[in-house]
T-cell receptor, first 109, second 113 residues
Framework: GQQVMQIPQYQHVQEGEDFTTYCNSS?????IQWYKQRPGGHPVFLIQ?????EVKKQKRLTFQFGEAKKNSSLHITATQTTDVGTYFC?????????FGSGTKLNVKP | GAGVSQTPSNKVTEKGKYVELRCDPI?????LYWYRQSLGQGPEFLIY????????DSGLPNDRFFAVRPEGSVSTLKIQRTERGDSAVYLC???????????FGEGSRLTVL
């Protein structure tokens, strides 16, 4: 079945440092989405990427979709304590979303 | 309107019992998904409804799990003869169309003793 690998599993950063999480699929994807889940909360949609090589920005967050549509990344510039949470990629294929295992981000003030 | 609503928020049951978890999606959303999330893991796909029909139930672990969506709106996930390994947060999500943004409910935390 579809496999979505996400690394790293954990990331601890000092406030103001940058953060990146990577998502890799074994197959070409129709689209990929990113979600953020705060501790004790539910996943909340951040962005959707559809086109090969697509780059989208939301303030300090930059999302990329690989040229082969098999990988994606989320980069946060100058992290803040409000960025704490787990970031998941979700790959859409065969009528469903496959979630990665997530990257848990901790930001020290 | 309101977001995705799930009830109960917490359910504690004994091994071997039957449980039902309910999901009320956002009005007008035809796509509805059930996911299961264990601690420290990503959501694991269970079943997808498009309208009233189960378009894909390939994620249901075994025949103890069943889900319905009789009128194309509210969905119920049913688990028979619960086992301790069924303990998890069961998340429901709805979407305006199949590949669109997923709106998640708060989840139903199931604990099987």
């Amino acid at each position: 079945g579809q496999q979505v690998m996400q690394i790293p599993q954990y990331q601890h950063v000092q406030e103001g440092e940058d953060f990146t999480t990577y998502c890799n699929s074994s197959t070409t994807l129709s689209n990929i989405q990113w979600y953020k889940q705060r501790p004790g909360g539910h996943p909340v949609f951040l962005i959707q990427l559809v086109k090969s090589g697509e780059v989208k920005k939301q303030k300090r967050l930059t999302f990329q979709f690989g040229e082969a549509k098999k990988n994606s990344s989320l980069h946060i510039t100058a992290t803040q304590t409000t960025d704490v949470g787990t970031y998941f990629c979700a790959a859409y294929n065969f009528n469903k979303f496959y979630f990665g295992s997530g990257t848990k981000l901790n930001v020290k003030p | 309107g309101a977001g995705v609503s799930q009830t109960p928020s917490n359910k504690v049951t004994e091994k071997g019992k039957y449980v039902e978890l309910r999901c009320d999606p956002i009005s007008g959303h035809t796509a509805l998904y059930w996911y299961r999330q264990s601690l420290g893991q990503g959501p694991e796909f269970l079943i997808y409804f498009q309208g009233t029909g189960a378009a894909d139930d390939s994620g249901l672990p075994n025949d103890r799990f069943f889900a319905v969506r009789p009128e194309g709106s509210v969905s119920t996930l049913k688990i028979q003869r619960t086992e301790r390994g069924d303990s998890a947060v069961y998340l429901c999500a709805s979407s305006l169309f199949p590949s669109g943004e997923l709106f998640f409910g708060e989840g139903s935390r199931l604990t099987v003793l």
